[in-house]
């Protein structure tokens, strides 16, 4: 059966900001996510990584509230709605919207849509674009825009939601090295500042610089714990060997 409760008692270290116990998720007709017991460490940036098809994605969604699990059970400790900053091909380009508009939708959970930004609101705005390098694009419109400045746009929007969990579906695809760089820093910068991140990511350099390390394969989790534990050599050659 699954439960979701708002606290669980602290383990021995860190307290997980969230844990699955037994958790199965997937699409009608398509079972994905197969018995995961994991933790995602709170204020720490782990990194969730596997072949393409294995389920990233998917556990981002029931970490993120969007896939409800089949069974098994979600525990969040607590906090507040999580950010998810979806695949750059989730937004759709051709949307009418300025990129400080599309910023300034992150703050809609928190304000409603149709309701005035405050003060505080335009300076969270700010803040975020400024994060991601992006303050001199305000005015922009999405369609104009590159695909890195669109994935920094939709990472700002995350980050304009002040949540306590940011989740991340392959934030630096596309980016050149020097915007992989800027993400990778604000990444631990987060962390450092309160943040819980969870990026999904085929990048093996990101992923060996985050503090936890989640592999899956075929919907099974195939390791957790820190990256230079998980990702090893042999673990490597063995979860990308082909079939
Ligand atoms: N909306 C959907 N409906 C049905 N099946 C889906 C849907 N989205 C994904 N799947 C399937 O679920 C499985 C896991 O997909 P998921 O996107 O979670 O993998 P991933 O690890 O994120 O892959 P990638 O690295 O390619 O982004 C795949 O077999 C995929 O085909």
Redesign the pocket.
């Known amino acids: 059966m699954f439960k979701t409760s708002s606290s669980f008692p602290q383990a021995a270290g860190r307290t997980p900001r969230v844990r699955l116990t037994g958790l199965c998720a997937?699409?009608?007709g398509?079972p994905?996510l197969q018995q995961l017991d994991l933790e995602i460490p709170a204020l720490a940036a782990t990194a969730l990584v596997?072949?393409?098809?294995?389920?990233?994605?998917?556990?981002l969604g029931v970490l993120a509230g969007v896939i409800p699990p089949t069974s098994g059970e979600l525990h969040h400790a607590g906090g507040r709605p999580p950010a998810f900053v979806p695949?750059r091909g989730a937004l759709g380009d051709a949307l009418p919207l300025t990129v400080r508009q599309t910023v300034e939708m992150g703050r809609w959970g928190e304000r409603g849509p149709w309701r005035r930004l405050t003060r505080q609101d335009h300076a969270t705005v700010d803040t975020a674009m400024e994060r991601l390098g992006i303050a001199g694009l305000a005015t922009r419109q999405l369609g104009e825009l590159s695909g890195g400045q669109r994935q920094r746009t939709l990472i700002a929007q995350g980050l304009a939601q002040e949540s306590d969990l940011l989740l991340l579906?392959?934030p630096t695809t596309g980016l050149d090295p020097e915007a992989r760089e800027r993400i990778g820093v604000l990444l631990t910068e987060l962390a450092a500042d309160g943040v819980t991140v969870v990026q999904?990511t085929?990048d093996l350099e990101a992923a060996r610089s985050a503090d936890a390390c989640l592999l899956?394969r075929d919907?099974h989790l195939a390791g957790q714990g820190r990256p230079e534990q998980v990702l090893t050599t042999s673990t490597l050659a063995r979860i990308w060997q082909p079939a």
């Open positions: 997937g699409y009608p398509r994905v596997g072949p393409n098809g294995s389920g990233k994605s998917t556990l695949q579906d392959e999904a085929h899956l919907g």
